[in-house]
């Protein structure tokens, strides 16, 4: 930003007649902040991005997404972009629960997609695909305070060429763990701080003890370390995976090693040496593992927490500024949490919005977090360490051996097992219904085929009338203009459902299955409860 547009900026706010400087201000543009953004900017809003970082950063933070986002990225066009590079991207035949392995090759189709990919290149591709939309992030700006009243919210940053402020209709916190968003709205994050502490690192290991074919690593006096598991040994526990794994162009004899032991008298204020790993590694696994070239270091003491509510007022949280779990999943949540209010956000900033749409935005999220709560406290519990951590670890891996139990902690981790509730709707509405689209394929009346997630990348609403002669499509005619309607034959499996209505983020508003006596009812109501009443 320039010194004029600061001046301007300043200019602006001091007009008393002047009305917001922006529909939306986002802080923060890691993930969540440029998703939230992009969203925004599909929806016909076009936010202003604070961030304090002045690039990228090339910290190492997330090791991928694992969950729902992995598909849903498919609806906005964005999975292949993602995927060209990438190590892995799809479903996967087996995946970590804390120390135990789930095992879904047992399944007829797996419910857990990952996509390794390093988080800096998921930054760079998502700020593509922002610039692309218009939008862009002011690099260098940081949020230092805000006040919100009946109209706006004021904003105060500072830039590199100074001070300035902001007047905002909505002020989204993406601005971290530590959010200052969510600190000066008063919001609560209560949880619980981990009495353990995680020692990482990007390291070099010896080449002759790497078992190429399986990527173990033989230690003398501790037989095979085996890659991408929570292991329990010694005083707590180890993990460590080749980080080709997640980046096709690192060297293969650099691994991501980690260790979790109690955090006792450790001195979490000086800085992580690579001796202090050595060490931690060594009482882990009681032998010696030789590591070099320490490429980053880093200590954390996990926390889990999930802030008390996702709104105050005109100020709303998504990612991390709304939850942390410790033990990964964030990234999957707080992506999500992007799509789920990017559509709701930019209609309520068009004044579009029907009466409740915004607050839908807490009800269902928050919900969702609570779940990934859930999953990442159960894995801690299950790694801790006595006999009732035992016997919990026993009788859970009996649980496991059933397909059915390996199938609902699978949809727990991705995340699809959440239904969003309606905002008012009956009790028996279709199975479908509050769930993730799924991605038809399409015959239109032109004789041209698509894919259901092919045709939501405008992130706008669809209703899909795959019933004989479209006898529900005329029930949208209120609507023209603001619900496109596609009237298509399906090629193979509908999932049961003869008609959807489809939300911008992908998600099933209404639908309805085959045989109903009156395939339309209740397709007004939601019509209605999602998009406003008909014109």
């Known amino acids: ?32 902040g440029l998703m939230l953004a992009i969203e925004l900017c599909l929806g016909g809003v076009t936010p202003v991005v604070l961030e304090r970082l002045g690039e990228i950063s090339v910290i190492p933070k997330g090791n991928g997404l694992v969950g729902q986002i992995v598909p849903v990225l498919d609806y906005r066009g964005l999975l292949d972009r993602l995927s060209a590079g990438a190590t892995y991207a799809g479903p996967v035949p087996g995946f970590a629960f804390g120390p135990l392995q789930l095992d879904f090759s047992r399944l007829a189709s797996s419910p857990l997609h990952v996509l390794a990919i390093p988080q800096r290149r998921l ?3 998502l700020a593509e695909r922002l610039a692309e939309l218009g939008g862009t992030v002011r690099r260098g700006h940081e949020l230092t305070g805000f006040s919100q009243d009946d109209d706006a919210v004021t904003i105060s940053v500072t830039g590199p060429d100074g001070g300035y402020q902001l007047r905002a209709a909505y002020l989204a916190g993406c601005d971290g763990a530590h959010s200052q968003v969510r600190k000066l709205a008063g919001i609560g994050f209560p949880g619980i701080t981990s009495s353990e ?66 955090k006792g008298g450790a001195d979490l204020d000086s800085a992580m040496t690579l001796e202090e790993l050595q060490a931690s590694v060594r009482r882990v696994i009681g ?21 008390d509510r996702y709104q105050s007022g005109r100020v709303l949280l998504a990612g991390d500024a709304a939850h942390v779990f410790g033990l990964g999943g964030s990234l999957n949540t ?110 239109a009346a032109d004789g041209s085929t698509a894919h259901a997630a092919e045709l939501m990348r405008a992130a706008r609403p669809l209703l899909l009338d795959l019933t004989p002669g479209g006898r529900v499509a005329a029930v949208a005619e209120g609507w023209t203009g603001r619900v496109p309607v596609l009237i298509a034959t399906p090629l193979g499996n509908t999932a049961g459902a003869d008609a959807l209505l489809i939300r911008p983020d992908g998600f099933v508003a209404w639908a309805t299955g085959p045989g109903a006596a009156e395939p339309a009812a209740g397709l007004a109501s939601a019509l209605t409860a999602w998009f406003g009443p008909p014109a």
């Not at 997640?246 to 980690?258: E, F, G, K, N, R």
């Not at 032998?287 to 802030?307: G, K």
């Not at 990017?342 to 928050?366: D, F, I, M, N, V």
């Open 1 to 32: 930003m320039t010194g004029n547009e600061v001046a301007s900026s300043r200019s602006i706010h001091g007009a008393a007649a002047a009305g917001p400087d922006a529909d939306v201000v986002i802080a923060g543009g890691g993930p969540a």
């Open 334 to 443: 707080g992506l999500l949490d992007a799509l789920n209010l990017g559509w709701k956000l930019a209609a309520q900033a068009r004044g579009t919005a029907p009466s409740g749409l915004l607050s839908t935005y807490h009800s269902e999220r928050h919900a969702a977090g609570r779940r990934t709560l859930l999953q990442t406290r159960a894995q801690r519990a299950l790694s801790a360490s006595g006999e009732a951590a035992d016997a919990l670890r026993e009788l859970v891996g009996e649980l496991l051996e059933f397909p059915a139990a390996v199938r609902h902690v699978g949809e727990l981790v991705e995340g699809s097992d959440i239904r969003y509730e309606p905002p008012d709707g009956p009790a028996d509405r279709h199975p479908l219904a509050g769930r993730l689209a799924p991605d038809i394929r399409l015959t």
């Open 287 to 307: 032998a010696e593992l030789p590591m070099t070239q320490p490429q980053w270091l880093s200590r954390v003491v996990a926390n889990s927490r999930q802030a």
């Open 197 to 262: 502490v995680y020692r990482i690192g990007r390291v070099t290991v010896p080449a002759a003890m790497i078992i190429r074919r399986t990527g173990e690593v033989e230690v003398p006096g501790a037989g095979r370390l085996r890659p991408f598991e929570q292991v329990r040994a010694g005083t707590g526990s180890y993990s460590i995976a080749p980080l080709a794994s997640l980046d096709a162009t690192a060297a293969p004899d650099t691994y991501i090693v980690s260790t979790r032991e109690d």
């Open 123 to 125: 930054e760079q591709i």
